[in-house]
């Protein structure tokens, strides 16, 4: 059975070959902006989920004019700070004021999945869920967050951080679980093709 990630996320990917899996790599095109607009006043679990939904149904759709069964896996991820929900940034302008709000404080990593099975050129499985992690940060000084965010890597990361990149300099530790910080949860990821009737000790590489 293949393994399709529906994302260009390389911190996922990496997670996923650490523990096993050599995953293809489909990014869906999803307006992420456009599925949000769909929803009524969505908690922020309800936005992560749908917009991960979303990611591994049309990349589902291109899988199922294939011949292989496939499982397709979609994730979100945004960090709850100050109760707003804040995505990738985007500029360093953005993730400067992120910064200003989240040193030395505390916010909630959500990362929504789903885990769509596709055979025989249809889908005819899916299972989502939610994954939540508290991440404490350290208030960086002036200049060492001037220079993270001259490295770009913030920018292009939901909650303007990473965990197993730069950011984790400036990462004083975390309440849940660590995988999901960095993209994709393995513990939900396992359960939710349990659920799609997939064993992930069947997916490991020989």
Request: proline share 5%.
């Given at each position: 059975?293949r393994?399709?990630?529906?994302?260009?996320?390389?911190?996922?990917?990496?997670?996923?070959?650490?523990?096993?899996?050599?995953?293809?790599?489909?990014?869906?095109?999803?307006?992420?902006?456009?599925?949000?607009a769909?929803?009524?006043?969505?908690?922020?679990?309800?936005?992560?989920?749908?917009?991960?939904s979303a990611?591994a149904?049309?990349?589902?759709?291109?899988?199922?004019?294939?011949?292989?069964?496939?499982?397709?896996?979609?994730?979100?991820?945004?960090?709850?700070?100050?109760?707003e929900?804040?995505?990738?940034?985007?500029?360093?302008?953005?993730?400067?004021?992120?910064?200003?709000?989240?040193?030395?404080?505390?916010?909630?990593?959500?990362?929504?999945h789903?885990?769509?099975?596709?055979?025989?050129?249809?889908?005819?499985?899916?299972?989502t869920?939610?994954?939540?992690?508290?991440?404490?940060?350290?208030?960086?000084?002036?200049?060492?967050?001037?220079?993270?965010l001259?490295?770009?890597?913030?920018?292009?990361?939901?909650?303007?951080?990473?965990?197993?990149g730069?950011?984790?300099?400036?990462?004083?530790?975390?309440?849940?679980?660590?995988?999901?910080?960095?993209?994709i949860?393995?513990?939900?990821?396992?359960?939710?093709?349990?659920?799609?009737?997939?064993?992930?000790?069947?997916?490991w590489?020989?």
């Open positions: 059975m393994f399709v990630l529906a994302s260009a996320s390389p911190a996922r990917l990496a997670v996923l070959r650490a523990a096993g899996i050599d995953a293809s790599v489909m990014v869906s095109g999803v307006d992420e902006d456009a599925v949000a769909t929803l009524t006043d969505p908690g922020p679990a309800e936005l992560v989920t749908a917009l991960a990611k149904a049309a990349v589902a759709e291109t899988v199922a004019g294939g011949e292989s069964d496939s499982v397709v896996v979609g994730c979100d991820s945004m960090l709850s700070i100050g109760g929900m804040v995505g990738k940034p985007g500029t360093a302008e953005v993730a400067r004021k992120r910064w200003a709000a989240m040193a030395g404080g505390s916010g909630d990593l959500l990362t929504g789903a885990v769509t099975r596709v055979e025989g050129g249809r889908r005819v499985r899916e299972a869920g939610t994954q939540s992690t508290r991440v404490r940060f350290v208030a960086p000084d002036p200049d060492e967050l001037e220079a993270y001259g490295t770009g890597e913030p920018l292009q990361v939901a909650g303007a951080f990473t965990l197993d730069l950011g984790g300099w400036f990462v004083e530790g975390i309440d849940g679980d660590p995988s999901s910080v960095i993209g949860s393995l513990p939900l990821t396992r359960r939710l093709l349990a659920e799609v009737g997939v064993r992930v000790v069947d997916l590489r020989p």
